[in-house]
């Protein structure tokens, strides 16, 4: 049977998104001497993430507020205003009422973006044959070449490719915990990342070299992340993408379906 829309489900799905951010955050910020500047705090449900040294949006946004978090907006404003930063603010259908959308207005934020979160059974899932793309599970001493990806495949400068290895290395024997790199005639081409907890798997920072793009990639390390979280025997599998990206398409042709479409509101 279908998974229905309900509130339930979009509480697990904003949940599953906080948590694995927290717990990469989390990571990051207990290398030694904390070289990223990473800065967590809650106030009440609502997390604000912070870091020094990544000014992109994924590690400076604030996640899970709700309209009963109204008192908490100017301590948040004020949380990223210490540290010389505008607020983001990710709202999600359903968890925010008019007087919470009036009050982030009052403090000039303004709405701009969508994001839409999808999600799937993965016990309905059913493995495809992709036979040129081959997925294996990253090995610890192919960080660089994961952080070549990333960084080639998002547009980030070969200079934060030794920065993105140590980042994301110190995942690897952490719980819940998966890289995948998908490969075309043994040529490393494509990486992917799945972090399961509760039940519940999220399906992270997918990036393609651009010399590899439109030959089935990102939809084979979404299989591959689909068939481990049945493995695994998660009851719900989640991802993010931009409306009607690709990205969204392949996500759709793997049978995820869109479980909402949140706002961005960020500060003037």
């Keep these: 049977m279908a998974i229905l829309p309900s509130e339930t489900l979009i509480q697990a799905l904003e949940s599953s998104e906080s948590a694995y951010m927290a717990d990469r955050m989390t990571a990051i910020r207990n290398r030694p001497g904390n070289p990223e500047g990473v800065e967590m705090e809650r106030f009440g449900s609502a997390l604000c993430l912070y870091s020094k040294s990544m000014p ?30 505008k607020a983001q603010v990710e709202i999600v259908p359903s968890r925010a009422d008019r007087q919470l959308l009036e009050r982030l207005s009052s403090r000039g934020l303004y709405q701009s973006g969508f994001h839409t979160s999808l999600y799937a059974d993965p016990a309905a899932f059913h493995e495809d044959e992709r036979q040129h793309v081959t997925v294996r599970e990253l090995r610890e001493d192919q960080f660089h070449t994961y952080a070549t990806i990333h960084c080639r495949g998002t547009g980030l400068a070969d200079n ?3 920065p993105v290895a140590e980042n994301n290395k110190v995942l690897f024997h952490r719980p819940g915990w998966t890289f995948f790199i998908a490969y075309v005639e043994e040529e490393p081409a494509a990486t992917a990342v799945m972090f399961s907890q509760d039940g519940i798997a999220s399906f992270t920072f997918a990036a393609t070299l651009p010399q590899f ?17 049945k493995r695994q025997h998660c009851r719900l599998a989640v991802s993010q993408c931009s409306l009607l990206s690709q990205s969204h398409r392949n996500m759709e042709r793997a049978g995820m379906r869109i479980g909402y479409v949140k706002a961005t509101w960020t500060e003037q």
């Design 56 to 85: 992109w949006p994924a590690f400076n946004t604030v996640k899970g507020l709700t309209s009963a978090d109204i008192d908490f907006v100017d301590p948040i404003l004020d949380f990223y205003r210490a540290r010389g930063r």
């Design 213 to 229: 793009r439109g030959q089935g990639l990102h939809g084979g390390l979404l299989a591959r992340r689909l068939l481990e979280a």
């Design 160 to 162: 934060g490719i030794t």
